[in-house]
């Protein structure tokens, strides 16, 4: 069965750009699309906000009326909508397990970049076991024009990256764009080699041919799974974070990676997926992988 891919709404204009983005990639992808809704029964001592009834049906009228906009711009997509009585992070978190990629709006830092991601952004992107795609208020689908790249950082072994390289693959290869694929590295410490390390870097030619051979190896799998989508590689010294950002200066979509595994202190973004999210001036997938 085809995942579908998964909007959170909430009214704002930042969720409905986040709703007009995930309805285009569903009818790309020829995905279903599913609409999920999250509110709680409020009671207000200076005004009547009516019972729960009455606030349930208010929230549905607006989300279908969300939905009729959306419909009506792309009448063959099949749409379902999940209006549900919980916490928003609970609610969304478990609306992502079942998706292709859950896509939620932002607030933009400004005209060009960045995300100003809320602390229930943060916390579905760091819970969510699938893809989730943070699109700001304004996005438009002129920046998803031919020429724009999907950006992907890869880091460490294929295993490492194998779920945020199939991703990136599979969105360019619905929209027919170029994967550019992304692999910074840095000077390591001298006394953090093993003997080990030094013969495979010896054997390689040095520490960028190393890290070239590692983003190619990465890439085979992918490269021969989809032979249509062209592929640029881009293995470059510097700061991860700083690099990727560099790259995406003219992207239509950046991927990041962020481990899955839980630490004593919860569950985490990452250093590198938190940079992007808030300076990229474009949407950001950020993919869970072990």
């Known amino acids: ?104 709006g932002s607030r933009g830092q400004g005209a060009l970049v960045g995300f100003l991601v809320g602390s229930v952004g943060q916390q579905v992107i760091a819970e969510a076991v699938r893809p989730v795609v943070l699109v700001r208020a304004g996005d438009e689908p002129a920046a998803e024009a031919a020429g724009r790249e999907v950006v992907v950082g890869q880091h460490g072994s294929a295993d490492d990256s194998a779920e945020t390289l199939r991703f990136a693959f599979e969105t360019a290869a619905a929209r027919g764009a170029t994967v550019r694929a992304v692999r910074a590295w840095t000077l390591p410490p001298v006394f953090a080699y093993s003997p080990g390390s030094l013969k495979l870097l010896d054997e390689a030619g040095g520490l960028e041919p190393y890290e070239k051979k590692g983003l190619a190896e990465a890439l085979r799998p992918w490269r021969e799974r989809f032979p249509g989508v062209p592929v640029v ?58």
Do not use: K, N, Y
């Not at 959170?8 to 750009?17: T, W």
């Not at 609610?91 to 292709?100: F, G, I, P």
């Open 1 to 104: 069965m085809t995942r579908p891919i998964t909007a959170g709404v909430d009214g704002s204009q930042e969720s409905l750009a986040a709703l007009a983005w995930a309805g285009r990639e569903a009818e790309r992808r020829g995905a279903p699309l599913r609409v999920v809704h999250a509110w709680r029964f409020e009671t207000h001592d200076a005004f009547d906000l009516g019972d729960r009834d009455t606030q349930g049906q208010r929230v549905r009228e607006a989300v279908d009326e969300a939905v009729r906009a959306l419909t009506g711009r792309h009448p063959g997509l099949t749409v379902t909508t999940d209006v549900v009585e919980d916490g928003t992070v609970e609610a969304l978190t478990s609306a992502a397990a079942d998706a292709e990629a859950l896509v939620l």
């Open 233 to 290: 590689e881009q293995v470059e010294m510097g700061s991860a974070g700083q690099v990727l950002l560099a790259a995406a200066g003219h992207a239509q979509l950046v991927v990041v990676g962020r481990r899955a595994r839980r630490t004593a202190m919860g569950a985490r973004i990452g250093s590198v997926a938190h940079g992007v999210l808030h300076h990229a001036g474009c949407p950001v997938a950020v993919v869970p992988h072990a």
